[in-house]
């Protein structure tokens, strides 16, 4: 496993993204929750993965008891990452974090991440309670999520110190962080997260024929039209595949993380696939594929 150093932390290229634990919207059941999760992690920790993120959010709040407990007695391999999601008062934030590390079975938080910007408050107003969790040891690094380059900026500024990462959807489908987030992060010692990095499953080429069968056939990443239009870069990715004896996914993956200060988080439902996706981060692009890759991504 490679490894990014930043900001005064040192985390797997390649994490593991929790949304699915406990998240009815995968449709993966219970049995997934009780038994298969607790193997990913595992298996994850093996493979020298160490970011694990989650958010009260995903579940909502199963995500993370179901996490915590897959990491019982295993809290020094991980670096933990949860959300606050921007509803009720500011005051509150505190009192939520303290929930989030109870569901997680920690006492203290690693990375703690507002997961969207406040339609109501401004960063002035929870920022700085980010700041008193940290200095009180309940958070070790205060993040962001879904935040454009001026808000993480803003964020920075009533922090009153770095806001260690922006966590935003980014893969060869969404490549719109790479023209600020990307660069900025690079140049201040931060981390770019990559969310949702092999598009929900659209790079894997597994759903070029048909969308898939839970929510995400709605989102308009697998309408006909888009897979359509999608099916140069699929082909290039299966073709540059089969040269490294990979599979479409990873070398999607190994793409996203030969940035500097970026990580991806992709969601898993097997331990095949996290060793997959762990295996990605050892790929080596050609400057020719990168290329190739690039002129036929958005």
Same mark, same amino acid.
């Given at each position: ?53 989650? =958010?009260?959010? %995903? ?54 991440? @507002? ?35 001026? @808000? ?33 992060? @690079? ?19 597994? %759903? ?19 897979? =359509? ?5 699929? =082909? ?41 996706? =762990? ?20």
């Amino acid at each position: 496993m490679r490894y990014v150093d930043a900001g005064g932390v040192r985390v797997s290229a390649i994490g593991l993204g929790a949304w699915q634990f406990g998240s009815r919207e995968w449709g993966y059941g219970s049995d997934y929750a009780r038994s298969e999760a607790g193997r990913i992690v595992s298996r994850a920790l093996e493979l020298g993965i160490n970011l694990f993120d989650t =958010a009260e959010l %995903y579940g909502p709040w199963r995500s993370e008891r179901i996490l915590g407990e897959a990491l019982r007695g295993k809290r020094q391999e991980a670096f933990i990452a949860t959300k606050l999601f921007p509803i009720g008062l500011p005051f509150m934030t505190s009192s939520r974090a303290k929930a989030s590390a109870r569901r997680l079975g920690v006492d203290h938080i690693d990375l703690y991440q @507002q997961h969207f910007p406040s339609p109501l408050f401004p960063p002035g107003a929870t920022m700085p309670r980010f700041r008193r969790m940290v200095d009180s040891g309940l958070v070790l690094h205060a993040g962001v999520s879904n935040h454009s380059l001026a @808000q993480w900026q803003a964020c920075d500024r009533a922090f009153g110190g770095p806001v260690l990462s922006n966590q935003v959807r980014f893969s060869l489908v969404d490549r719109s962080p790479e023209r600020e987030l990307v660069p900025w992060a @690079q140049k201040e010692d931060r981390i770019v997260i990559a969310y949702s990095p092999l598009g929900q499953g659209a790079l894997s080429g597994k %759903y070029q024929d048909a969308s898939p069968t839970n929510f995400r056939r709605f989102r308009r990443e697998f309408s006909a039209t888009a897979r =359509a239009g999608r099916e140069p870069l699929v =082909a290039t990715l299966r073709e540059i595949a089969t040269a490294h004896t990979a599979t479409p996914a990873q070398i999607a993956l190994a793409w996203l993380v030969r940035k500097p200060n970026v990580v991806a988080i992709p969601g898993v439902s097997s331990v095949k696939q996290v060793e997959e996706n =762990a295996a990605a981060a050892d790929i080596s692009l050609t400057p020719d594929e990168v290329a190739r890759l690039d002129n036929l991504s958005a």
